[in-house]
């Protein structure tokens, strides 16, 4: 049985894993949710899906996110949330990782500065606690997103987050509902990485 993640912990250590754009503007903005036509990269949104850690350069990325977001903690105490983090029996990761390697990859962390870490890019950010069931916010996605005249590997992620964070097998006919357009043309768009992802969320359900 899969490890739930001890998010009290974190919280109660106020640690910030969230984070809307700061200087993006939405192209329109509502009570429910922003949307940016060009897409926006500032969105940080650690342990949105129930998917788990299972790579060093994942571990590393949702570090590098953790210090980004967090900058005013002191090294150590960065340096205990990421020891943390790394530890199976908290839920966050799904291997085991040597000291030595985590005393290095912390190290690497904290050496990068303030440096924004590299982020997909999003369109459509859902405000907080909106009531919105799963059905309507693809259908707000999906006619934000068909605004556009092409389908793109960026549009196929929104509506994978959507549907894996209302708990959600994502298929493949299913994004093609909420997008408007064919199975063919998701299979067309949909490279290796995405669909690595694909399974790791549907996975995690």
């Given at each position: 049985?899969s490890?739930?993640r001890n998010?009290?912990w974190?919280?109660?250590?106020?640690?910030?894993y969230?984070?809307?754009?700061i200087?993006?503007i939405?192209?329109?903005?509502?009570?429910?949710?922003?949307?940016y036509a060009?897409?926006t990269?500032?969105?940080?949104?650690?342990?949105?899906?129930?998917?788990?850690?299972?790579?060093?350069?994942?571990?590393?990325?949702?570090?590098?996110?953790?210090?980004?977001?967090?900058?005013?903690?002191?090294?150590?105490?960065?340096?205990?949330?990421?020891?943390?983090?790394?530890?199976?029996?908290?839920?966050?990761?799904?291997?085991?990782?040597?000291s030595?390697?985590?005393?290095?990859?912390?190290?690497?962390?904290?050496?990068?500065?303030?440096t924004?870490?590299?982020?997909?890019?999003?369109k459509?950010?859902?405000?907080?606690?909106?009531?919105?069931?799963?059905?309507?916010?693809?259908?707000?996605?999906?006619?934000?997103?068909?605004?556009?005249?092409?389908?793109?590997?960026?549009?196929?992620?929104?509506c994978?987050?959507?549907l894996?964070?209302?708990?959600?097998?994502?298929?493949?006919?299913?994004?093609?509902?909420?997008?408007?357009?064919?199975?063919?043309?998701i299979?067309?768009?949909?490279?290796?990485?995405?669909k690595?992802?694909?399974?790791?969320?549907?996975?995690?359900?």
């Open positions: 049985m490890q739930d998010m009290k974190l919280n109660n250590r106020r640690g910030i969230y984070r809307n754009p200087t993006d939405p192209t329109e903005s509502t009570d429910l949710y922003d949307y060009e897409g990269h500032q969105c940080y949104s650690l342990f949105r899906s129930k998917a788990k850690i299972t790579t060093y350069k994942s571990l590393k990325w949702h570090m590098l996110v953790l210090r980004y977001l967090n900058d005013n903690l002191l090294d150590v105490e960065f340096a205990s949330i990421c020891h943390f983090l790394a530890d199976k029996d908290n839920g966050f990761v799904t291997f085991f990782i040597k030595k390697v985590l005393h290095n990859m912390i190290k690497e962390v904290l050496g990068v500065g303030d924004p870490p590299r982020n997909r890019i999003r459509v950010i859902f405000k907080p606690y909106t009531l919105l069931t799963l059905s309507e916010k693809l259908s707000i996605v999906g006619k934000l997103i068909g605004r556009g005249k092409k389908i793109v590997e960026d549009d196929i992620y929104e994978m987050l959507s894996n964070n209302e708990k959600e097998k994502i298929t493949i006919n299913k994004i093609a509902k909420s997008l408007g357009c064919s199975t063919r043309t299979y067309r768009n949909m490279g290796n990485q995405l690595l992802e694909k399974e790791l969320l549907n996975s995690e359900l």
